[in-house]
């Protein structure tokens, strides 16, 4: 019903809109579109000067005549009608959308628009949507490879095939022979907008968006947002504010209202305001507000009957909270809609699904989803809007309720812009938190109220402020309660460590160019005005990380639009047993190139009893892990192959695999199999093949390799306790007390190393995330460094991973570096390195920035 109000809305507003245009040169009056808000806008084609003095009758009998549109006329108001629609049926469904979702959504309208109109081919779209690599592309040039990967390469001969890039000359030929113009245009800040290479100049805006797609993923929100203004309109970015009153006007009695609930925003007041303006108020018993929990289950049903009888309003908040009691609300909605008053209405409130909980419709019955007016009115995430909004949660009030005001003052501001820090971060992806944390308000209130307490307390006992105390509390307990990553844990508590001291008293710096105001000479209203005046523009270092951490954020971003419009569009299946024989030339060409299982028979039997060290026994365990993977892949491929051709029936995990070969992405029956990693189907095969290779030298010397590449391993937590084993046997020493010391070398190529370390390992294919790394000199060890610009990812030296005993660690200007398989950190979790700093270096600068080495760049 709700959706039928906003077509018919549209179509009514493109009535009264369109404008007149006179068949009779004798008309000379605007046309009544414009002018004539009550008529329709095509009346005055046939009505001309006598249209204002005829009966309405007359007026409906005169519509039966303007439909009657031909040629040029016609197709203009078809158009017309389909802009219109559009956007309002966009408007309608983008008000229940997240924010992080608009931009994706949009972009699936604008590509299905341009398909539909065929001024854009399905391939392309498709091409644009998985930028799938190119199986055999040539060498990449050695010009290039200073600033592009093989994959990119890769991708930009599959766009070759392309006719607008056809029209262009060859276009790894351009790359080649113009490298230093590819690579300015690759480094500009908003590539979007730069010029493009002499060759490919000419380029329309959307095929604009394939280069950006393979060679700059970061600048691809930037280029839809651009794209989609110029095409569709800048009504499609830009949202007005929410209305309530007018999604009021499209709601009906058996449509209820579902509020997606976001910190800093309750929708209650707006729906009481509403209310009050309709004679709607909990004061005359029209409208009820039950906060859903315990023991309010009969309570919530008999009020909705009663109401939807009666014609009042319910408000049933937090039923995300009531899982259980969900489907007796699904069906009492059901049930009303045979009876409700007219002037009936039921708002739900929720909070959105946590990290854990999967998505919406996991949480709330589908049901209730679709029945309702889905409103996600999230409020702006910015660090400003944060400390504005922390700030408001406390008042002058609670201030003068404090015996020491002026430390109160410095630290509470310092709490607040604390707050919105760790709430901020979370948009830095996994270099900000491994996972997404719920710090909401009531951290930041219970924090104010127990730092108000403990001033009290040494104000009464004659104490200095127990800083230490404070920063155990909010760290460990309040905030600390979410975090469940030792490595988070460790962020939280050093922005606490920078943050919560007796510097605060005397103007210390909170983040680049924001200090914390003189707390002696401000009140309240004075530091909401300061929020206002003097916060500086964001940026990432604000957060003490580095410029890259946001390209890598926006990479993500990127990356994330077009895999979601895989996902939605069909990546998922392929529906039907005659469209999985597309993946036939996929499955030979990976068929072909699979290597066998390694003879695990043969190489046992070249091996004497003494022989199983540590590392061989290593060795082995990898090689069948490898082994159960590649007759994994193996069969599966087998399989689909059998059903392709008729042999076998189609099954479920057949057409799973065969839309991933399709859409380059890794099958999860063989993720499952594998080790952690985010490549893409196409690299994650050139990586397994390597990965192969490094297992077949080893088992052929069954002994120890002169480097070993760490990211080649399933499991390289037990190569690396190998290390301490061998080191512990050899020294007599306890296992438990071993730990592993790294030191890096200046060497990257492999070919400089000559043989084996003289004590522990080497490893190679570590990667820096956060930082950068500065060479030694000579014999000298480097040392961790500033990030270089767009560098997200520097490749790190061979290091030698030698076991000592705990005591004789040293950590002396070393910064305790974690390193992750992948760049999802978390659970990838390897080992802690030391890393060497500058000795005037601080560690805090590292933590805060997300440092952490990963055994592959992504």
């Not at 029945?371 to 008042?395: G, M, T």
């Not at 060479?775 to 961790?784: L, S, T, V």
């Amino acid at each position: 019903d709700s959706f039928v109000m906003v077509v018919t809305r549209a179509v009514n507003s493109v009535s009264l809109r369109k404008p007149k245009e006179p068949k009779k040169e004798e008309e000379e009056h605007p046309p009544a579109g414009e002018g004539d808000g009550d008529g329709e806008g095509e009346e005055g084609d046939e009505d001309g000067e006598g249209a204002e003095t005829k009966e309405p009758e007359e007026e409906e009998e005169e519509e039966e005549d303007i439909i009657e549109l031909e040629g040029k006329e016609l197709r203009q108001r078809v158009q017309l009608l389909e802009n219109v629609l559009t956007f309002f049926v966009f408007n309608y469904t983008r008000r229940g959308l997240l924010d992080s979702d608009k931009l994706t959504v949009v972009s699936m309208m604008a590509m299905r628009i341009l398909v539909r109109s065929g001024r854009v081919t399905t391939d392309e779209q498709t091409i644009l949507i998985r930028a799938p690599p190119d199986p055999n592309p040539p060498p990449l040039p050695d010009l290039a490879k200073t600033w592009m990967t093989e994959t990119q390469w890769a991708q930009m001969k599959t766009l070759e095939s392309l006719p607008a890039f056809q029209k262009t000359g060859k276009l790894l030929e351009s790359l080649e022979q113009d490298s230093l113009g590819w690579k300015r245009w690759f480094t500009e800040e908003k590539a979007e907008s730069a010029d493009l290479p002499r060759s490919v100049r000419d380029l329309s805006p959307f095929h604009r968006l394939f280069l950006l797609r393979v060679l700059r993923p970061d600048r691809i929100g930037a280029a839809l947002t651009q794209f989609i203004t110029e095409n569709l309109g800048g009504e499609y970015i830009e949202q007005n504010p929410f209305d309530m009153e007018q999604s009021y006007q499209e709601s009906t009695a058996i449509t209820p209202f579902f509020f997606v609930l976001f910190p800093g925003v309750d929708p209650t007041p707006t729906i009481e305001a509403l209310g009050r303006k309709l004679g709607i108020t909990e004061a005359n018993g029209r409208l009820v507000n039950i906060s859903m929990g315990q023991g309010q289950e009969q309570v919530a049903l008999q009020a909705l009957n009663k109401e939807a009888k009666d014609g009042g309003w319910i408000m049933l908040q937090n039923i995300h909270l009531m899982q259980a009691w969900l489907k007796q609300l699904e069906r009492a909605l059901e049930v009303i809609e045979e009876f409700a008053h007219d002037e009936f209405r039921c708002f739900l409130t929720s909070e959105p699904p946590g990290a854990m909980q999967g998505r919406l419709w996991d949480l709330i019955p589908e049901p209730i989803l679709q029945r309702c007016i889905k409103v996600a009115d999230e409020a702006p995430s910015d660090l400003k809007s944060n400390l504005r909004r922390a700030y408001s949660k406390f008042s002058q009030e609670q201030i003068d309720a404090c015996q020491k005001p002026k430390e109160f003052k410095a630290t509470l501001f310092a709490l607040c812009f604390f707050h919105s820090l760790i709430s901020g971060r979370i948009k830095f992806g996994a270099q900000g938190w491994s996972k997404k944390y719920p710090f909401n308000d009531g951290d930041l209130t219970i924090c104010g109220e127990v730092l108000k307490n403990y001033l009290n307390n040494a104000e009464v006992l004659g104490t200095e402020v127990p800083w230490p105390d404070l920063r155990y509390i909010f760290g460990e307990i309040m905030y600390g309660g979410h975090i469940t990553d030792f490595w988070d844990r460790r962020v939280n508590n050093t922005y606490l460590a920078v943050l919560v001291t007796p510097e605060l008293l005397q103007g210390a710096n909170l983040c680049a160019g924001f200090k914390s105001p003189d707390a002696a000479k401000l009140e309240y209203p004075h530091y909401v005005k300061y929020i206002e005046e003097r916060f500086p523009q964001e940026i990432p270092q604000m957060f003490w990380l580095h410029p890259n951490a946001e390209i890598g954020f926006l990479t993500t971003q990127g990356i994330s639009i077009f895999k979601t419009i895989s996902d939605i569009s069909g990546g998922g299946g392929t529906g039907s047993g005659g469209d999985i024989s597309a993946a036939q030339p996929i499955i030979t060409q990976y068929q072909q190139q699979l290597p066998a299982n390694l003879d695990m028979i043969e190489i046992r039997s070249r091996l004497k009893e003494e022989d199983y060290t540590p590392f061989v026994i290593v060795s082995l365990q990898e090689s069948d892990r490898m082994n159960l993977l590649l007759s994994g892949m193996r069969s599966s491929m087998i399989e689909l192959e059998l059903g392709i051709s008729g042999a076998l029936n189609i099954t479920d995990s057949m057409e799973a695999l065969a839309a991933d070969l399709m859409t380059n992405k890794v099958n999860a029956l063989w993720a499952e199999r594998a080790y952690p990693s985010l490549k893409l189907m196409s690299s994650w095969f050139a990586d397994l093949l390597l990965r192969v290779d490094q297992l077949v030298d080893w088992t052929k010397v069954l002994s120890l390799l002169k480097s070993v590449w760490l990211s080649g391993l399933f499991n390289s937590m037990s190569f690396l306790t190998s290390n301490m084993q061998v080191a512990a046997r050899s020294n007599n020493l306890p296992l438990d007390f071993m730990v592993n010391r790294c030191r890096f070398y200046n060497v990257r190529d492999l070919a400089e190393i000559t043989g084996l370390p003289p004590q522990g390992v080497n490893v190679h294919g570590l990667f820096m995330e956060g930082a950068g790394w500065e060479d030694g000199k000579g014999e000298d060890e480097g040392y961790i460094t500033e990030s270089k610009m767009k560098e997200l990812h520097p490749e790190m030296p061979v290091c030698n991973i030698y076991a000592v005993h705990i005591d004789e660690m040293d950590w002396t200007a070393m910064y305790h570096c974690p390193v992750f398989s992948t760049s999802l950190r978390g659970a990838t979790y390897i080992f802690q390195a030391n890393v060497r700093m500058d000795p005037d270096d601080q560690e805090v600068r590292w933590i805060l920035a997300g440092a952490a080495m990963l055994t592959q760049d992504d």
